[in-house]
Structure formats: C-alpha cells, structure tokens
C-alpha cells in the first residue's frame, strides 16, 4: 500500500543528485518507467517513489508498495521538463573486469574522457542494444550514475556490466590479453565498409570511444591495432558520439552474427 513520502525520505532522494553522497551512500536515482521497470525487474530498487497518477499508469512497478509524491515533490527531484514522476532509489552495480572477459566475449566498449552524460548513457544503450559484452568508463569520464546517464540508458546499467574507474591503457592492455583486437573511430582512418566487407570486424572486437568535443588524441589512437572512419555521403562535417558508437556497434554486430549465422 502506499505511503506519503516522509520529509526524510524526500532529503535522501534528493542528496542523490549530488554525485559525492551516491559514491558514498551505494545508491542512486533512476526516473522513468522504463529505467523503473529494468531496475525491479532486476532487483535494484530499494524504494519506488511516484505520484498516484503515475502508480496508476504503472501498476506492476508499484505491486510492492510505493511512496507517493506530490507534483511539487516531483519538480524537486526531477532534472527533466516533462517528468513521467514514478522513481527509484537503487543500489549501484558492483560490476568488475571478471563479469566482462569470459571465453564467450566477442564485443566490448571501451570510454575514454566521456564528459557527456546524455553521450555516455546513449553509448551504454548502443551496446547493450548491439549485443556487447560489457563497457569499460576510464576515471576520467562522467559518473555513470548521474542522472542524465542513467536517464539516456533508459535501464541497460541493471543487466549490462558497465565497469567504471578504469585506467584506459589497462583496459585496452586487457582486451589484448583476452584476444581482441581493438579498434577506434577517427576521421582520418580506414573506411568501416571496407573493414566490415574484408572480414576484420568478424572477430573479437573491443571499440574505443574518445571524448565528444576532442575525440581521441594521437597517444589514445596509438593504443588501438585499428583506427576506421565511418563514411558519410551527406553534408554533415560530423556524427556525434552517440550516433558514430551506434554505426560502428551495429556494424560489428553484424559482422559478427553474419559469421555464426545467427
């Protein structure tokens, strides 16, 4: 049954937004349905926050009991315009280098200097979307549990292994440990049609993300065994970062689906 949302209980949902006590409290605050409804399904919601209308709209996320919110409430918790006001404190993953590397692995993220977290959480959505292993986030990136991230994964972060505070070199140091060849996105590399029609996406493939304003400077690029261009036939100078991880992703993904006939 639900419960008015106590004075306490408002001020912990609301010290989440601030990135320090989510390090320090173990949890964060997703908000959406869908976000709401990865994070029951997969058992990381510890508290459902929603207004009445809201629990009526979605009631197999709030079967277990919620704690109701007034719009005003919601406009506190809220960094959206138009929120959906349903809610969720959850626990953050625990996710470690073991629960991505397996003999199974076949496609893996790698984030370097993400400072975007509508990019990062878009990229987090791609990966998941495209079948990826899991994604490595170097300490140099945005938290993975600001809201806007959590926002843009609209939920992939509950069942995709997303690794966070990771030494890029090491990570990439790994993924060659493990048998992958890792590529990145530049404008002046190879064409990614051409790679994909030689077979040189088919195998084990780790992708480096670079920073959405500078992209990846020359010491990143050289720790790639492949550096590929995505071609575009319009006028547009550019792709943004989560439009090019999407194109590369999916044409990996292919790739290597193709090859095992799946």
């Given at each position: 049954?639900?419960?008015?949302?106590?004075?306490?209980?408002?001020?912990?949902?609301?010290?989440?937004?601030?990135?320090?006590?989510?390090?320090?409290?173990?949890?964060f605050l997703v908000e959406g349905p869908?976000?709401?409804?990865?994070?029951?399904?997969?058992?990381?919601?510890?508290?459902?926050?929603?207004?009445?209308?809201?629990?009526?709209?979605?009631?197999?996320?709030?079967?277990?009991?919620?704690?109701?919110?007034?719009?005003?409430?919601?406009?506190?918790?809220?960094?959206?315009?138009?929120?959906?006001?349903?809610?969720?404190?959850?626990?953050?993953?625990?996710?470690?280098?073991?629960?991505?590397?397996?003999?199974?692995?076949?496609?893996?993220?790698?984030?370097?200097?993400?400072?975007?977290?509508?990019?990062?959480?878009?990229?987090?959505?791609?990966?998941?979307?495209?079948?990826?292993?899991?994604?490595?986030?170097?300490?140099?990136?945005?938290?993975?549990?600001?809201?806007?991230?959590?926002?843009a994964s609209v939920g992939s972060l509950?069942?995709?292994?997303?690794?966070?505070?990771?030494?890029?070199?090491?990570?990439?140091?790994?993924?060659?440990?493990?048998?992958?060849?890792?590529?990145?996105?530049?404008?002046?590399?190879?064409?990614?049609?051409?790679?994909?029609?030689?077979?040189?996406?088919?195998?084990?493939?780790?992708?480096?993300?670079?920073?959405?304003?500078?992209?990846?400077?020359?010491?990143?690029?050289?720790?790639?065994?492949?550096?590929?261009?995505?071609?575009?036939?319009?006028?547009?100078?550019?792709?943004?970062?989560?439009?090019?991880?999407a194109v590369c992703l999916y044409a990996?993904?292919?790739?290597?689906?193709?090859?095992?006939?799946?």
């Amino acid at each position: 049954m639900p419960g008015e949302i106590t004075v306490a209980g408002l001020k912990l949902a609301r010290r989440l937004l601030n990135h320090k006590f989510r390090s320090t409290a173990g949890e964060f605050l997703v908000e959406g349905p869908q976000a709401v409804r990865e994070a029951v399904r997969y058992n990381a919601a510890r508290r459902v926050l929603a207004t009445a209308e809201a629990a009526d709209r979605h009631p197999d996320l709030v079967d277990g009991g919620y704690e109701r919110l007034t719009m005003e409430q919601v406009r506190r918790l809220s960094e959206t315009m138009t929120s959906q006001a349903i809610f969720a404190i959850c626990r953050t993953p625990s996710w470690s280098s073991g629960d991505v590397w397996s003999d199974r692995s076949r496609l893996v993220v790698i984030c370097a200097q993400i400072r975007d977290p509508g990019n990062l959480g878009t990229v987090i959505r791609c990966a998941d979307a495209f079948g990826a292993d899991g994604v490595f986030v170097s300490r140099d990136s945005v938290d993975v549990t600001n809201p806007k991230v959590v926002r843009a994964s609209v939920g992939s972060l509950f069942h995709l292994p997303v690794v966070s505070g990771v030494d890029l070199e090491e990570a990439v140091q790994a993924a060659h440990d493990a048998g992958f060849r890792v590529m990145a996105a530049d404008g002046g590399g190879d064409d990614l049609n051409a790679l994909a029609a030689s077979g040189g996406l088919q195998g084990k493939t780790a992708w480096i993300m670079g920073n959405e304003a500078w992209g990846l400077p020359d010491s990143q690029l050289a720790l790639a065994d492949g550096v590929v261009r995505i071609p575009m036939w319009g006028h547009a100078e550019s792709l943004n970062l989560g439009s090019a991880a999407a194109v590369c992703l999916y044409a990996t993904a292919s790739a290597q689906h193709a090859r095992v006939g799946v």
